[in-house]
């Protein structure tokens, strides 16, 4: 049975370093094309790319429909089919202008991976932002064991999150000199920490109470004093496994190192979560409970763009757009109220819809906002 086609690897490098390297996109955006463009080859048997005809596409887009998620058995959402059939529809309208295909491929056939309007709308609808409320995370944070150095380090990471809103790829980055506990705040450096865009900024701690500040605190002390850890040894360190007292393998302490990706951060999370009885909240969703946070004490657009800077974003109009949404029960009370007797709109929230105004115009979206 064929599992590949050498003519297609050799052009799908091609258009894999030009996504790098022309295109500045990501490795994990250029591995969530290849991923794609090998459900299409594995749908096609891999016939060569330069045998592509629009029937296919058509063909391929009718069976993904039809696929389901190997872990829920339901339906691929239209989220998914947008973006898989987004990603082969651009790989094959770049391959339409490449020496040896210009002849045998036309531009036009890659628009047959479009899906309908309707799913467009259904997968690129904005959805409302859920996080924790914070009482729910202290919840999270004491039900949580604190005897041994992974327990420790378990729960700080759930109060550094929330302390920081840091990424969870910025915080397995991290190393103890990213931290100044005196001034209080975190230098998120892009030569070292993972930050979304390789973006350098500096976050100072959140205004989420002292036991949460203190948890930090006491986990930085943890590893510099009595570890005797120096700045360059991470910030959360992965687990150090070995084998046991019973010959087997398990968790023995703490390893001197990064780990490798987030995902245990997630992992811990979810841990955390279940174990205190909630749904689980990634550690993602702890930056929309922030936005909800400062939209609810910031009194000025001076400070509101104070707390969007504090979480990376260089415009506010990055916090309103893709966190600052108003939750539904909030909405309606917004809604009721506006049918009360009219008082005298407070001068800083008025001052504040008007620099979210300002600001929407000069990204050019004054249509919108008219």
């Not at 020496?99 to 890659?110: E, I």
């Not at 892009?190 to 205004?207: D, G, I, L, M």
């Not at 309606?332 to 008025?350: F, H, N, T, Y």
Request: charged share 25%; net charge positive.
């Amino acid at each position: 049975m064929t599992t590949h086609n050498a003519n297609n690897e050799r052009i799908k490098r091609q258009y894999f370093a030009y996504l790098k390297e022309a295109k500045r996109h990501s490795e994990p955006t250029v591995d969530s094309v290849a991923k794609a463009l090998a459900r299409f080859e594995t749908d096609t048997k891999y016939r060569d790319f330069k045998s592509f005809h629009f029937e296919q596409a058509i063909a391929f887009k009718r069976r993904l429909t039809e696929q389901k998620n190997q872990h829920t058995g339901e339906k691929l959402s239209k989220a998914t089919l947008h973006s898989t059939l987004a990603a082969v529809k651009a790989f094959f309208h770049w391959l339409a202008g490449q020496p040896g295909y210009k002849s045998r491929l036309q531009y036009s056939d890659a628009d047959y991976f479009n899906l309908s309007e309707k799913d467009v709308r259904v997968a690129t609808a904005r959805r409302e932002q859920v996080g924790p409320t914070l009482e729910q995370v202290r919840h999270v944070i004491s039900m949580m064991p604190g005897q041994s150095e992974i327990e420790r380090r378990d729960r700080a990471l759930i109060a550094f999150t929330l302390l920081t809103g840091a990424r969870d790829s910025a915080i397995a980055s991290m190393k103890l000199k990213h931290v100044n506990l005196i001034a209080g705040c975190v230098d998120q450096d892009a030569r070292e920490v993972k930050t979304k865009f390789s973006k350098t900024f500096t976050t100072y701690f959140f205004p989420v109470g002292e036991d949460i500040r203190q948890s930090v605190v006491e986990w930085v002390a943890f590893l510099r004093e009595q570890m005797l850890w120096g700045n360059d040894d991470p910030l959360f360190p992965a687990t150090r496994i070995g084998l046991g007292t019973t010959r087997q393998f398990e968790a023995l302490g703490l390893e001197r190192a990064h780990w490798s990706s987030a995902a245990r951060i997630r992992m811990i999370f979810r841990d955390a979560f279940t174990r205190a009885g909630l749904p689980y909240f990634n550690p993602h969703s702890f930056r929309n409970t922030l936005v909800r946070l400062g939209q609810a004490v910031c009194r000025t657009p001076e400070e509101f763009k104070a707390w969007s800077q504090n979480l990376g974003h260089e415009k506010v109009l990055t916090t309103f757009l893709s966190y600052g949404q108003v939750e539904s029960p909030r909405q309606g009370q917004i809604i009721r109220g506006l049918g009360e007797p009219k008082v005298a709109a407070q001068p800083d929230v008025s001052e504040l819809a008007k620099a979210v105004v300002r600001e929407m115009r000069g990204a050019g979206m004054a249509s919108q906002v008219e």
